[in-house]
C-alpha cells in the first residue's frame, strides 16, 4: 500500500492527538509533521507518553505554508477562524486538507459570520464539502478540501437522516438532547471544566444558542428539500469522552419499530461505521468508546405518536479525528475502514 505523507496542525489538542494516535498505525500514513504552537521542538512522546516509542516526531511550529511541502494531505485540527487563515495557502500548494474547525462547514457565508466571526476565504466554501461520509461519500472522495463536522452534528444528523429523507415525520417537530464528555470542550485550561466544576453535576449550556444547531439545520434541509428546524439542547456530564442523543419527532403516521428499522437498514446499507441496534436494545456511549461507530437505537412512543432514537458516539473520535480520518481514506482511495478497525475500549 502507497504511503500518504500527512501532517497535523495543532497536533497537542485533544483531537489532534487522537487524529495522531489513529493515523500512526494508518498502514497507508507517514506522519511528516506535527504541528503545536504550544510545545515547539519538544519530542511528542515526551508531551505524550502513551505514545513514547510509537511515535518518534517532534513537535514544531513551522509556518503551515511551509508545512505543505513536507506533507500530501494536511489536517487542520485547529480553533475557528485559525483555519480559514492557513488553508488557503495549502491549497494553493495542490495540498488537500481536512479541517477540523468550523470555518468550511457552511454553505452559506452568511450563517457562518451569524454563529462564529467574520469569514476570509468565503471563495472557498462553495467547494468545500461537508465531510459526513454517509452523506457525502462520493462528493468527498472527490473534494481537495473538506470540512469535518462537529461533534453534536454527527450525533443528531446521523440518527434523524433516515427520518428526515423519508418524511416520516412532521418536519416542524425535531427535537435533539444531547449529552456530551468534557474532553469535548477542548483541552485549553477552563475553569468551567475543572474536575471540580464538573465531578458530580450534571448541567445544560448554550441552550438555544449552540453554535453546532446550524450544521444540524444545514444537512437535514438538505435531506428533506425543503427548511428544517432543530430545538437542540446540549448538556455536560462528567465522563471524558462520548456523546449520546436522545432524538425526538412526531410520527406522520402510525408505524412500528420493526417498520422504522427497515428504514435505517436501507439508508445505512453499507455503510462501515453504522451499527443499528435489534428492537428493544438502545446505545450506551461506552460501547463506542475510543471507536468511529455511531450506534443508534430506535423506540415508539406509540400513545403519542412519536419516535425516539437514542444515538451515540465518541466524540473525540467518530465526531473527530476518526471521521476526519475516515474521509482522508475516501479522499485517497483507501478502503473506508483502513486504520479504524479499532475495537471499542471495553470497560
Not at 483531537?15 to 510545545?39: D, F, M, N, W
Not at 495549502?90 to 486538507?97: E, I, Q, S
Request: glycine share 8%; aromatic share 8%; proline share 7%.
Amino acid at each position: 500500500m502507497k504511503k500518504i505523507k500527512v501532517a497535523v496542525i495543532g497536533a497537542s489538542g485533544y483531537a489532534g492527538l487522537e487524529l495522531v494516535r489513529i493515523l500512526v498505525r494508518h498502514p497507508g500514513c507517514e506522519l511528516a509533521a506535527l504541528h503545536s504552537l504550544e510545545y515547539p521542538g519538544r519530542p511528542f512522546a515526551e508531551v505524550f507518553p502513551a505514545l513514547a516509542g510509537i511515535v518518534q516526531l517532534s513537535f514544531s511550529d513551522t509556518a503551515p505554508e511551509e508545512i505543505s511541502a513536507q506533507a500530501e494531505v494536511i489536517f487542520t485540527a485547529v480553533p475557528h477562524q485559525a483555519a480559514m487563515g492557513m488553508i488557503p495557502p495549502l491549497l494553493a500548494k495542490d495540498c488537500r486538507v481536512v479541517d477540523l474547525s468550523a470555518d468550511f462547514r457552511f454553505k452559506d457565508a452568511a450563517v457562518y459570520e451569524k454563529w462564529y466571526q467574520p469569514h476570509s476565504a468565503k471563495g472557498l466554501l462553495a467547494e468545500a464539502v461537508y465531510g459526513l461520509p454517509e452523506l457525502h461519500g462520493y462528493a468527498v472522495s472527490r473534494a481537495r478540501l473538506v470540512g469535518n463536522p462537529g461533534c453534536y452534528p454527527t450525533c443528531v444528523i446521523l440518527g434523524m437522516a433516515p427520518l428526515v429523507q423519508n418524511k416520516l415525520v412532521h418536519l416542524d417537530s425535531l427535537i435533539a438532547d444531547c449529552k456530551s464528555g468534557v474532553s469535548g470542550a477542548g483541552r485549553a485550561v477552563s475553569l468551567a471544566t475543572l474536575y471540580c466544576e464538573v465531578n458530580e453535576g450534571f448541567r445544560a449550556y448554550k441552550v438555544a444558542e449552540h453554535r453546532h444547531n446550524p450544521e444540524m439545520e444545514q444537512e437535514l434541509s438538505l435531506l428533506a428539500g425543503e427548511p428544517v428546524q432543530v430545538t437542540f439542547t446540549p448538556h455536560l456530564v462528567p465522563m471524558s469522552r462520548g456523546i449520546l442523543g436522545t432524538l425526538y419527532a412526531r410520527l406522520v403516521k402510525p408505524m412500528t419499530e420493526v417498520e422504522i428499522l427497515n428504514f435505517y437498514q436501507s439508508f445505512y446499507e453499507g455503510q462501515p461505521f453504522i451499527r443499528l441496534l435489534p428492537q428493544g436494545s438502545l446505545p450506551n456511549t461506552i460501547n463506542v468508546r475510543g471507536s468511529n461507530y455511531c450506534d443508534i437505537g430506535v423506540k415508539v412512543d406509540a400513545d403519542r405518536g412519536r419516535v425516539i432514537v437514542i444515538s451515540a458516539i465518541d466524540n473525540l473520535h467518530r465526531g473527530a479525528a476518526g471521521q476526519a480520518v475516515h474521509n482522508f481514506n475516501l479522499m485517497m482511495g483507501f478502503p473506508e475502514t483502513t486504520g479504524l478497525d479499532l475495537v471499542p475500549l471495553i470497560p
